[in-house]
């Protein structure tokens, strides 16, 4: 058995102070201010640092230096020392069919090592997006017509462990992907991202589950008819419809999402339909000169100067947020773990609960990572 003690416990609206928590087999056994410690407990002080569910990273790519298809375990063991409990590997569009087949075997074999066990399924940010928004847009092997020999192996593939679909909804002839993608893993969640599509596209696939907006405000269209006027394209309809979960990207600089964005999404969505995100890639390209990036050292580029996702991981995006918008440390294990549960119906996890799976982050006031806790063990300490 494990005791945490002198916890404050970070739950989805309050605190707990003075609590301790009991761990057992895995498990959360219990929790509380009037909790005994029975005798031969591990016991692990953290003097008063903040207890909250395990930071759940459902889009990244790899922990800033090694992608995941290049080596799983190591960038889920990095993950692992930032408090990320759970993660989805990101696999981008850039990858044919077969580099894909081959990305997913590489993945599932880690997962089933026992030495990536954070690595809890795969997020797929493809195949068929829009060749106009994102990086790689003239290598993209997915530009052609929508083809059942072209995606049935990465589907098949990927089976369950696929949690998340990317699709454009605006692409031609995707229902029949969008239906055989469902058909093989029914829990998967649909999601809108590098595209284009009229808020009309966006609702056509709400049935099949069509519930996430991919970093939100980065690579969607605009689509105005009248040059001086915007209109209602993917990020009004993510921010319209209740139901729609937002990821952000919330860099140290506040370049993928601008401060003053990240505060009017927070006041549109409310605490529960944000999600952090790290998305880490890894690009060699320079920081283009001048002053419009000074400071962004967490953010990547590629040779062509655009941005390339971060070099992050989730715990950074969560002190981003804290200072950007003011949110407090329950709200942000909110964005990073219990609102990617929820999302992905995983309700054994993502937040301080008894019986729920013994993911833990501990952190200091200023959302410094101090231990991990993972399936109950002590994985990371400071
Ligand atoms: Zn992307």
Known sequence: MLAIKNATLVMPDHYIEDATLLIEEGKILDFGRRITIPQGAEVLDVDGAYVGPGLFDIHTHADGEILFTDDPVKAASTLLDHGVTDVLPALYYSMDA???????????????????????????????????????????????????????????????????????????????????????????????????????????????????????????????????????????????????????????????????????????????????????????????????????????????????????ILDGPCRNMMKHTGASICQVFRYASTNPATLLGLSDRGCIKKGNIANLTVVNHRFHVLHTVLHGGIVKQN
């Open 98 to 312: 077969d580099a894909y087949v081959r990305a997913i075997r590489l993945i599932r074999s880690a997962m089933e090592s026992g030495k990536a066990n954070n690595i809890i399924g795969l997020y797929m940010e493809g195949p068929y997006l829009n060749p106009k928004y994102g990086c790689n847009r003239e290598s993209n092997p997915w530009k052609g017509p929508v083809c059942r020999e072209d995606y049935q192996k990465v589907v098949d593939e990927a089976g369950d462990l696929a949690r998340v679909w990317c699709i454009a909804p605006e692409r031609e002839g995707l229902d029949e992907f969008v239906e055989y993608a469902k058909a093989k893993n029914p829990r998967a969640v649909f999601s809108v991202a590098h595209s284009e599509a009229t808020p009309q596209d966006i609702a056509r696939f709400k049935p099949y589950g069509l519930r996430l907006a991919t970093h939100h405000t980065n690579a969607t269209g605009t689509l105005s008819r009248y040059p001086e006027c915007r209109t209602a394209c993917v990020d009004e309809a993510a921010l319209y419809d209740g139901d729609m979960y937002t990821e952000l990207i919330c860099d140290k600089v506040g370049i993928h999402v601008d401060p003053f964005m990240l505060r009017l999404v927070r006041r549109i969505k409310g605490d529960e339909r944000i999600i952090l995100i790290a998305d880490a890639l890894v690009a060699h390209g320079p920081m283009p000169d001048g002053e419009l990036y000074q400071g962004a050292d967490d953010i990547n580029f590629d040779f062509a100067g655009e941005i390339a996702g971060s070099k992050m």
